[in-house]
């Protein structure tokens, strides 16, 4: 007996869900083969960085720096000429009908104005259609342009023997992501969904299927405790949850190259208050739900404003007010604080103390609301 349970009836009901889990191999398959899949394709489809950009060009400068200028855009990788033409009017085409995603004039007199220390502009047209790939698209050929131009002023200042006036020396540089990779950004988040997803998963369909081949019942009136069963229900997801935390972030590490800078342990540490919440948000979806379909449907109808509020695809700061005070209560926005910042940037206990109590808090308090309705609910 340990705390009013019994040792051998939770061991055995463990048991018996680990074997409901693991008998079927197309269950053992979507237990730890379709996270790994869903990391790879998430992985790479989940990627806001901008290569192979279609670019439109209308040179009317036709001069060596204007070529070098093109040069520089298309050599980044960022960029790819898909064509060049004498009117604006065709640059404007090709952005109208989604040949380009960006159009590039360059006016004359560029050459003439590098040369004579002068401005030398050149015009920058994005497809705003695609807000975001826009402003990373822009943003890449700003600095290109700006680096360009700091070069050939460089040359002129050589070439003429002339001394210019001291200026700012910007340098900028990103810290924990030095090439600002969407990817090592992403990816750790992706981990946070997988593991929300199938805890919710599995737990809500595990109790849901009880109830529909009328099992639940004939384990109610068992000598099995409510708490017993919770945990009986509960403790083997958690214990497969872990198993796939162990898969992926292997993954993560090995196949993506995710750098690892923080310690394992305060990632599994802050993974199991995590999983609280999952395994208490899916005891809950299971109480509202007769059917497997009910349940399937009411995961998503919590996953995707989880999803949505946590930060993943849209910073909170950008957020009304009202949503950020609703996005506390998101177990997956403190989550994904803490493993990009074990993942990126090594911090520790001391920096993610408070969402790490803010986890367990959460985890502690869905669980037990979770576990009162259910033995309302089953009684």
Known sequence: MIGGLNAGRLRQMMGKELRQMLRDPRSRLMLFVSPIIQLVMFGYAVNTDVRNAATFVVDHDH??????????????????????????????????????????????????????????????????????????????????????????????VTDSRTTMPAGVDFRARAWYNANLESRVYNVPAVIGTIMLMMALLLTALGVVREREIGTLEQLMVSPLKPAELILGKTLPVALVAFVQLTLITAVALLWFGIPFRGSYFVLFVSSLFYIMSGLGAGLLISTVSNTQQEAFMSMFFFLLPAIMLSG???????????????????PLRHYLVIVRAVFLKGAGWRILAPEILTLLGLGVAVLVFSATRFRKTTS
């Open 63 to 156: 001069s060596a720096e204007s070529r070098q200028l093109i040069s520089s855009l298309t050599a980044s990788g960022y960029f790819r000429l898909i064509g060049q033409g004498e009117r604006p009017a065709e640059m404007v085409d090709a952005l109208d009908h989604g040949r380009a995603l960006m159009g590039v004039e360059i006016p004359r007199g560029f050459a003439a104005g590098i040369i004579s220390g002068g401005r030398a502009r050149v015009q920058i047209l994005v497809d705003g259609s695609t807000a975001n790939t826009a402003n990373v698209a822009l943003g890449y050929a700003t600095q290109i342009v700006a680096r360009f131009g700091q070069q050939q002023r460089a040359n002129v």
């Open 312 to 330: 993943f695809m849209f910073p909170i700061e950008n957020m009304p007010e009202a949503l950020q005070f609703i996005t506390l209560a998101n």
